[in-house]
């Protein structure tokens, strides 16, 4: 595909991982590749007032669904963290930093996949950030490739709409398994015509297959790449 040993997936929420690069990993999965995720929010603390026993019983319920979406891709390891939901911007960035750089000397990467810059949601926005920063470019750094991904229901809510992808992945052998793999986030995923529906990630892939000669493709964004 393009050449990727080990992928670390650096994604701010439960299901973002999945939404963001699931074609492109299952695909990578399939060529020999070893991928990893590290989820930094728990996804659920900023939701409607409910108690906080409840709140505990879901961000437990999410983390099981996010075990079994991995799992269908064959994502070898997912590592879930305790971030407060839609609250990046109130945590110090070096904590952030600091776990990404750990994990980075733990996986040893060549690539991460990771979210856009400007996306919607402040997270997602923290997360790249974070990302860029503790992989800084560095004489020893060892990850060599840096894509940015689209999230449906943030990417395009930001307006305008400045995401740019110039890598369109062919995913039309492996759309299934990334469909099956966001229906067991079944608290995430909602109706039809909500752009996170399994309809509606289906006709996205099938958009940017239009855009690029494909059938059904997945677009990234190279921020970094070394060679």
């Known amino acids: 595909m ?14 973002d991982e999945i939404l ?29 007032a409910i108690s906080v026993d409840q709140i505990k ?6 983390r099981k669904e996010g075990l079994k979406a991995n799992q269908c891709l064959g994502i070898e390891s997912v590592h879930f963290l305790d971030f407060p939901d839609n609250k990046f911007d109130e945590v110090p960035l070096l904590n952030f930093t600091k776990i990404i750089e750990k994990k980075v000397e733990e996986i040893q990467p ?10 919607l949601n402040i997270d997602h926005q923290i997360t790249y950030k974070a990302v860029i920063t503790a992989t800084r470019p560095i004489k020893k750094q060892i990850v060599k490739k840096i894509f940015s991904f689209e999230v449906l229901s ?18 039309s052998d492996t ?36 855009k690029c000669g494909l059938y059904k493709a997945e677009p990234l964004l190279l921020v970094r790449g070394l060679i």
Not at 110 to 119: F, N, R, S, V
Request: hydrophobic share 35%; with cysteine.
């Open 110 to 119: 060549d690539t991460i996949l990771t979210h856009y810059a400007q996306d």
């Open 20 to 48: 963001g690069c699931g074609g492109t990993i299952a695909r990578a999965i399939k060529e020999g590749a070893q991928v990893h995720s590290l989820v930094l929010g728990e996804g659920k603390s900023s939701r409607d």
């Open 154 to 171: 943030s990417t395009e809510w930001n307006y305008p709409t400045t995401f740019s992808p110039n890598l369109f992945v062919d995913i």
């Open 2 to 15: 393009f050449k990727c040993k080990k992928i670390l997936i650096i994604a701010a929420h439960p299901d």
């Open 175 to 210: 759309i299934d398994i990334k469909l099956e793999a966001l229906g067991y986030y079944a608290s995430e995923m909602r109706e039809y015509p909500h752009p996170r529906s399994i309809k509606a990630v289906d006709l996205n892939a099938k958009m940017w297959g239009v």
């Open 57 to 62: 019983r879901e961000q437990k319920e999410l």
